[in-house]
């Protein structure tokens, strides 16, 4: 039986049961020893549920080189080019943009050029910028102010 053999097997076992820790173990450290097209059928078995953690080892395994790049290379554009991709609504990256943009905001670099692009954003972003610019203005949350009482 070869490793893909016996980690299949032991998901299939414990797909409607909880894992035993000893097995667990050792399927993950058999892994990494397996071919890229195994693991990403281990990866995509109907016997492993999403919070699986077998499944999120397999996860870590396949994308061990991109995981966190994204994030890197977000933090080290330069705001002009975050609100060019922050528009884009197909990057696929704007939960992580807006992140970062509100972080620099709040450290005060290119407020203006954040602000025009959270007013053209969506309500939520429309909504947190002129929260933002009420602090700044009144020094505290606006409808926790004693002048709105």
Same mark, same amino acid.
């Given at each position: #039986? ?5 980690? %299949?097997? &032991?998901? /299939? ?5 909880? *894992?035993?820790?000893?097995? @667990? ?5 058999? %892994? ?6 195994? #693991?990403? +059928? ?6 492993? =549920? ?11 395994? %396949?994308?061990?080189? &991109?995981? !966190? ?6 933090? +080290? #554009?330069?705001?002009?080019? @975050?609100? /060019?991709?922050?528009?884009?609504? +197909? =990057? ?15 450290? !005060? /670099? ?13 309500? !939520?972003?429309?909504? *947190?910028?002129? =929260? ?6 009144? !020094?505290?949350?606006? +409808? ?6």
């Amino acid at each position: #039986m070869t490793d893909y053999e016996y980690i %299949l097997g &032991k998901c /299939r076992k414990y797909h409607f049961t909880k *894992w035993n820790e000893d097995e @667990l173990k050792k399927c993950q450290e058999v %892994l990494p020893n397996l071919t890229r097209e195994e #693991m990403v +059928n281990i990866y995509l078995s109907r016997f492993l =549920s999403e919070k699986d953690p077998l499944k999120q080892t397999a996860f870590k395994v %396949l994308f061990a080189d &991109k995981v !966190g790049k994204r994030e890197e290379r977000i933090k +080290n #554009m330069d705001t002009e080019a @975050l609100v /060019r991709e922050f528009k884009d609504k +197909n =990057s696929g990256n704007r939960a992580l943009i807006r992140k970062e943009l509100r972080d620099r905001y709040k450290a !005060g /670099r290119d407020k203006q050029m954040i602000i025009m692009s959270f007013q053209q954003s969506t309500k !939520g972003d429309q909504h *947190w910028i002129t =929260s933002q610019i009420r602090q700044e203005r009144y !020094g505290c949350r606006f +409808n926790k102010c004693s002048y709105n009482k």
